[in-house]
């Protein structure tokens, strides 16, 4: 009959010991040593023969099997090969075979069959448990080893990751600071993440998230009509929806000084997420100089009336102030608009704005 002082279940939810399966048709001895390993702070699992043992393993995960090698039904070789080439989760187990015979062809043949380790009976517990504790403390070190493989694998691949994103993020902050105008993104609480070499310079004091020192003449006005506008464009970013506005702000006499354009991000985090939920373009500086229309005919294959209209589009005018400017109709602007948009391969006007707002400093000075 089968005595069970311990098994897998037993087990949760408490500081496992190891579990030792000990298989032992002599119930007597099985219970004696049984005894001992217990004592010596092992919990163990019994079974009277392989079958039993077999059907053990259904629920118990053993750290070590110890295991008589003559017993009926299934003798101790044939558990030792049925436990190697069906359970793989048990490879790493040590099994130590205990038997009568202390013949050297026994002990080999053992050895062959995959057996860890063999103790001879009558049994000598000093010795029986000082191997127990030594293969299980080879088995120990082993498993943390590979443990530690996988880890320095893991982390060599998360560096070589990480080392690739940032040359990778490293060549597009160099290209964005190619660009003639500025660039400034900010996540879904208003916060700064970027802003290139082209915006730091457009501002006098320095970025902040209400750009209230974008420049010298920044006003009140400008600061409130831009607070109102960045928080519908975050709403946007968060509910997926397009989102362009244009903000002008003018010196004194009133010429235009600075063109704020606000395009909204698709953000798929959260409020604690950094990515960029808003873009903001900003275009400034004299604009009494000629607009890069030469560039735009020849990158887009644009016609000169085309290169003026995006380029007036790129500088915050809407349609009315185009036609207005231009002594052109409403319907003319609208039709130069669609061929703009099929020629630079665009579908709305945010899409041309970040289009012509991110043309290199070469193109727009040629």
Known sequence: MTEK?????????KLAKPVILFVEDEQDLREVVAEELIDAGYDVVQACDGEEAMSLLATTLPNLILCDITMPRMDGYEL??????????????PFVFLTAHDGSEKIVQGKHAGADDYLVKPIDFDLMLATVAARLRQMTLVRDKIVADIHSVGQSDVQAHDAIARKAFNSVIKTF????????????????????????????????????????????????AFSVLMQEAILASQEGRDYTEVLSLAQTDGVRNLVVTICALEATGTESSDEPAVAVFLSGGDHGQPAPIKSLQTMFDLTPTESRVAWAFAQG???????????????????????????THTNRQADLIA?????PVSAQEA
Do not use: C, W
């Not at 311990?6 to 087990?11: A, E, G, L, V």
């Not at 005018?317 to 020629?343: M, W, Y």
């Open 177 to 224: 600071d190619l660009v003639s105008s500025g660039i400034v993104l900010f996540d879904v609480l208003g916060g700064v993440r970027f802003a290139n070499q082209a915006a730091k310079s457009l501002v006098a004091e320095g970025i902040t998230p209400a750009l209230d020192a974008l420049t010298p003449v920044s006003s009140a006005h400008f600061t409130r």
């Open 317 to 343: 005018l809407r349609p009315e102030d185009i036609a207005r400017s231009f002594g052109i109709s409403a319907t003319t602007v609208a039709f130069h608009k669609r061929n703009i948009f099929q020629k």
């Open 80 to 93: 030792l090969r049925t436990v190697r080439e069906t359970r793989a989760d048990l490879l790493d187990v």
């Open 355 to 359: 289009l012509l707002l991110t043309m």
């Open 5 to 13: 002082n311990s098994d897998y279940p037993h087990n949760a939810g």
